[in-house]
């Protein structure tokens, strides 16, 4: 059986979210954060990186969100949450897919806990770089509803966390598209059912 460990305010809850619009059947295990809002322990018996999202799956284990999204759309939805494989579509869908945590989460990750810890001077050394992210994504969706298009697709789903995390740190207020953008996100009927089984993406205080 398809097992979920579930961080509360963690990237597991875009595998929640894909495994609602799947209809999967799953075990959710879940895990609450520290007092400092870290992973708790017990996470590093499931995963030597004491990480969540990890699923496991007859016996394969897999930590890395975008992994396990593309993993769980082509076993169990055909991949018809991504373009057709072999076409420019497809290609240009697997670079937003793999942009959001390898080029766009760090920025803002690192503002959030700076000006967390009182440092504002490394926030305002990564906000530039926030904006320029921002700005991309901006301009790649254009005047689409979603990425890809009409309806979301994986990528979608990944950057829903990244654009809840921009504005927690306030950093949307710049990109009103945006903004619009994640609203159409967590209006999806799936995204409302994984919020509902899951929790909410983000706390209300950080």
Same mark, same amino acid.
């Given at each position: 059986?398809?097992?979920?460990?579930?961080?509360?305010?963690?990237?597991?809850?875009?595998?929640?979210?894909?495994?609602?619009?799947?209809?999967?059947?799953? /075990?959710?295990?879940?895990?609450?954060?520290? =007092?400092?809002?870290?992973?708790?322990?017990?996470? %590093?018996?499931?995963?030597?990186?004491? %990480?969540?999202?990890?699923?496991?799956?007859?016996?394969?284990?897999?930590?890395?969100?975008?992994?396990?999204?593309?993993?769980? /759309?082509?076993?169990?939805?055909?991949?018809?949450?991504?373009?057709?494989?072999?076409?420019?579509?497809?290609?240009?869908?697997?670079?937003?897919?793999?942009?959001?945590?390898?080029?766009?989460?760090?920025?803002?990750?690192?503002?959030?806990?700076?000006?967390?810890?009182?440092?504002?001077?490394?926030?305002?050394? =990564?906000?530039?770089?926030?904006?320029?992210?921002?700005?991309?994504?901006? /301009?790649?969706?254009?005047? %689409?509803?979603?990425?890809?298009?009409?309806?979301?697709?994986?990528? /979608?789903?990944?950057?829903?966390?990244?654009?809840?995390?921009?504005?927690?740190? %306030?950093?949307?207020?710049?990109?009103?598209a945006l903004v619009d953008y994640l609203a159409r996100i967590e209006a999806e009927p799936g995204f409302q059912r994984a919020q509902a089984r899951g929790g909410p993406m983000m706390p209300e205080n950080f």
């Amino acid at each position: 059986m398809l097992t979920l460990h579930h961080l509360a305010f963690s990237r597991s809850q875009r595998i929640l979210w894909l495994i609602e619009e799947l209809g999967l059947p799953v /075990d959710l295990v879940r895990y609450a954060r520290t =007092a400092e809002f870290r992973a708790p322990p017990e996470l %590093k018996t499931v995963h030597p990186l004491g %990480k969540s999202p990890v699923i496991t799956d007859d016996g394969l284990m897999l930590a890395e969100s975008a992994t396990i999204l593309r993993y769980l /759309d082509g076993r169990y939805g055909g991949n018809r949450f991504s373009p057709e494989a072999g076409t420019p579509e497809h290609a240009i869908h697997e670079e937003w897919l793999d942009f959001v945590e390898s080029t766009a989460a760090g920025p803002v990750v690192t503002v959030l806990l700076s000006e967390r810890a009182g440092e504002q001077a490394a926030a305002d050394r =990564a906000k530039p770089m926030v904006n320029t992210a921002l700005g991309y994504i901006a /301009d790649g969706l254009g005047d %689409k509803p979603f990425l890809m298009g009409e309806r979301p697709m994986l990528a /979608d789903i990944q950057m829903s966390y990244f654009l809840a995390m921009a504005r927690m740190a %306030k950093l949307l207020d710049a990109h009103p598209a945006l903004v619009d953008y994640l609203a159409r996100i967590e209006a999806e009927p799936g995204f409302q059912r994984a919020q509902a089984r899951g929790g909410p993406m983000m706390p209300e205080n950080f």
